[in-house]
């Protein structure tokens, strides 16, 4: 057998299209006829194993190296084996690869390539581990084993493609959908050199979160379907995108809003924000800061989304504009003013003993008032209250009446405050407006969220939030506005 060679052929030229080009079965000299080819072939078979006809294994070594061997089986002899390995290549076998580095990142040395892909695996070994996971458990575990994957990097080209796709089966098997193609390019490279240099860092973890979570994968995908949109588009690749955590703090620069979050963009990159807490967004340092009390809704809980043209932005925001939004704001605050003394009024001296039910039904829900009127509808667990209220509101003229008036206070807010949004819609100032209203939202949500509606299992602060103007694409069919809300009566 000829005498050991590299992976690589010989270079010829000193043309950098024609330097260290990898021996392929093609016979191609020219990275520039090479890549697009490998990528072609590549491509067909990573969408193989996607629909399940890639190999199978026990999420190790083997299983690994089964999958790079299926991905580039039509490009590389080598396929398969790993840069420690010799593996015979063009008639001959090729030198191991001990020292690895790209960029300022140094891999792991090939000759404890064995001793890390033991390491890696160590936290998947056990296969129960994984059972029943949620999409964060299921997360951390993958994102371990990710960072300790790259930072083995144990094929001489392809570890990223492999690493994906043995992630994608890993989550299949145990029910979860791996949607990797909600993560640009550049964060998935800064996470895999936060995780290279720090295997317990969390990036790579909060971006297989991301990946993983039906609800904030697909709250990326929108928001990620708009910002690639329209004559402002940016290269999404090129960006840092991702979804903040409950408890965050987020600053920055406002930047889109879609159905389901609003972007900022920050120093670190675009962070989407659940939509629910763009009214908490603060003027702060010429951007916006929001503190993240929401999670993302999941798919399921979504209301049904109707297409929402973009509004046509007028060239200029002039006084005029400005004495007309500054109108409706007062007018909205007035009434939001009214609402809340209504709310006020109406838990000082509760017109019935079933409000302290109410109450009870909520601590028992650990203060989570939707919770708690959730149980209130028919075979829930606090269906009971709820046909008690139904009773009072027949046979109790005073409960009626005052919770009649407080409705009829929120229906006059939720309509000004309504015309408020559509008028700063129409001006791309839909922020605006809800940090302008985010204190009086907040004074009516005190009571509102314990207050109940003639409607069995729905809360006052419901008629509010369901309406238009604060989730921009809720079909009117599946949540009515604030202004259809019926003012009970007696019988």
Request: hydrophobic letters at 35%; aromatic letters at 6%; a neutral charge.
């Amino acid at each position: 057998m000829p005498p050991a060679h590299g992976y690589t052929y010989p270079n010829v030229s000193d043309d950098p299209d024609q330097t260290d080009v990898l021996r392929n079965r093609l016979g191609l000299r020219r990275h520039s006829e090479l890549h697009p080819e490998e990528y072609r072939r590549t491509s067909h078979r990573i969408l193989e194993i996607r629909m399940g006809l890639g190999p199978s294994g026990h999420f190790d070594a083997d299983h690994l190296k089964a999958i790079h061997r299926h991905i580039f089986q039509d490009v590389y002899e080598w396929a398969g084996h790993m840069r420690h390995e010799r593996p015979v290549v063009d008639g001959a076998r090729v030198e191991p690869i001990g020292s690895m580095r790209k960029g300022s990142t140094t891999f792991l040395p090939g000759s404890h390539i064995d001793m890390g892909l033991n390491e890696a695996f160590k936290p998947i070994r056990n296969p129960d581990v994984l059972k029943n996971s949620t999409p964060e458990q299921f997360a951390a575990v993958a994102g371990n084993v990710l960072n300790e994957l790259n930072y083995v990097h144990p094929f001489r080209e392809g570890n990223g493609r492999t690493q994906e796709a043995f992630l994608s089966e890993l989550g299949r098997h145990y029910g979860h959908n791996v949607d990797l193609s909600v993560i640009t390019r550049a964060r998935m490279v800064s996470a895999s050199i936060a995780g290279t240099q720090d295997p317990d860092h969390p990036a790579m973890a909060a971006l297989l979160k991301d990946a993983t979570d039906p609800a904030r994968a697909r709250a990326l995908k929108e928001l990620m379907q708009d910002m690639g949109s329209g004559p402002d588009a940016r290269p999404l690749d090129d960006l840092v995108i991702r979804t903040a955590a409950p408890g965050e703090t987020v600053s920055g620069i406002f930047k889109s809003r879609t159905s389901l979050s609003g972007a900022f963009e920050t120093p670190d990159g675009i962070v989407a924000v659940p939509v629910a807490d763009l009214r908490n967004a603060v003027r702060q340092d010429g951007g916006y800061t929001v503190s993240v009390r929401s999670d993302f809704v999941t798919a399921s809980a979504a209301p049904t989304l109707r297409p929402v043209p973009r509004p046509v932005i007028p060239a200029v925001f002039g006084p005029a504009e400005e004495k007309r939004e500054r109108a409706l704001l007062a007018q909205a605050k007035e009434e939001g003013r009214k609402a809340a003394a209504s709310l006020h009024a109406f838990w000082s001296a509760p017109p019935s003993l079933v409000c302290r039910d109410i109450e009870a039904a909520i601590r028992q829900e650990g203060g989570d008032a939707a919770q708690a009127f959730t149980g209130m509808k028919a075979g829930g667990r606090h269906a009971a209250l709820g046909k008690e209220i139904e009773k009072e509101l027949r046979h109790n003229p005073t409960f009626a009446r005052e919770l009649g008036k407080v409705q009829k206070d929120m229906a006059a807010y939720g309509d000004s405050r309504e015309k408020a949004f559509a008028f700063g819609a129409a001006h791309g100032r839909e922020t605006e407006i809800l940090t302008d209203l985010a204190g009086t939202d907040r004074e009516i949500a005190r009571h509102a969220s314990r207050t109940p509606t003639s409607e069995p299992g729905r809360a006052l602060i419901q008629t509010l939030t369901g309406q238009p103007a604060l989730t921009a694409t809720a079909d009117p069919t599946d949540r009515p506005s604030l202004s259809s809300a019926r003012t009970p009566g007696p019988g």
